[in-house]
């Protein structure tokens, strides 16, 4: 009915309700923001957990990696190949079987100090050896072999000093194969500052000329086990005199017979001459 006042179903509160009720409405509003600040502060506690556990994790993980790397380092750097002379030298004779330094005393000795990315030295090793081969095989001579690492930088993987360690390995369980092994990395000898060939491929090297490739081969190359001791015998074969000789090595390939040094002169086409080699070596065979 127009002009008529209806009563309210809800009576307004009285001044004293509205304290109540104002004071609920904060403590429900503090609570609030307390459980908000707690939550806030458990997530926080636990992101700081989180990258405390990470960060300590990380520096472990790095801490695993260095010791990890420096235990293979320390592993191998007392690591010495077997079959090699004190100067470490590999010394075969008849029929390709390593011979003691002793009994080399008794013989004709040829010594070889070379690097496997040393360019002269392939242009000595790959004319001459065959007739080296035929030496050793019928016990005319024994020839010791110096693989020694100096030309890295002249690689793009560290080839020499790969190489060098390979040729150790097989020396180390299979020296039968070295004269094999060490014909076969010449003749898959990279040109200077390039890539050479990787461990995969070098293990293909050793393959194709009989190596077993087992664990323990694998294992020798892919930890580079006679790194160090590669390193040793490169600073000791240029600074003292080279073996049954009285000078001390200036570069590679150096070769002596019987203590003489086998030279060139300079000239390559006297390197690559096996004729003149067997000539040196009949001339410097003991009487």
């Known amino acids: 009915m127009k002009g008529v006042k209806t009563m309210s ?14 004071r609920a409405k904060a403590k429900a509003l503090r609570e609030q923001k307390a459980s908000a600040d707690k939550r806030k502060r458990s997530l926080i506690i636990t992101l700081v957990t989180v990258l405390i556990v990470g960060v300590v994790g990380g520096v472990g993980y790095a801490v695993f990696q260095l010791s990890s790397t420096s235990s293979t380092s320390n592993a191998n750097a007392h690591k010495t190949p077997a079959n ?5 030298g590999i010394l075969l004779g008849k029929d390709f079987t390593v011979v003691s330094e002793a009994d080399a005393k008794k013989m004709d000795h040829i010594v070889i100090y070379q690097d496997y990315q040393c360019p002269i030295c392939q242009m000595f090793e790959n004319p001459n050896a065959t007739q080296i081969g035929t030496w050793i095989k019928s016990g005319l001579a024994v020839v010791e072999y110096h693989p020694i690492s100096f030309l890295d930088g002249h690689s793009l993987n560290n080839y020499s000093s790969r190489a060098a360690n390979a040729a150790l390995c097989v ?6 194969k070295f004269f094999d092994v060490n014909t076969a990395l010449y003749a898959n000898q990279p040109q200077e500052n390039t890539s050479g060939p990787n461990d995969s491929q070098l293990k293909d090297t050793l393959r194709a000329v009989g190596v077993d490739v087992n664990s323990e081969m694998n294992e020798c190359i892919d930890q580079k086990r006679y790194a160090k001791f590669i390193e040793n015998k490169t600073s000791e074969a240029f600074t003292t005199p080279a073996v049954t000789g009285t000078d001390i ?13 086998y030279t060139w002169d ?12 067997a000539q040196f070596f009949e001339a410097n065979k003991k009487k």
């Open 84 to 88: 090699v002379t004190t100067k470490g």
């Open 249 to 261: 090595p200036t570069g590679t390939p150096d070769i002596l017979v019987n203590g003489v040094v």
């Open 9 to 22: 179903m809800n009576p307004r509160p009285t001044r004293s309700e509205q304290r109540d009720l104002a």
């Open 171 to 176: 020396a180390n369980s299979q020296p039968a």
């Open 266 to 277: 300079g000239d390559a086409t006297k390197l690559v001459n096996p004729g003149r080699f």
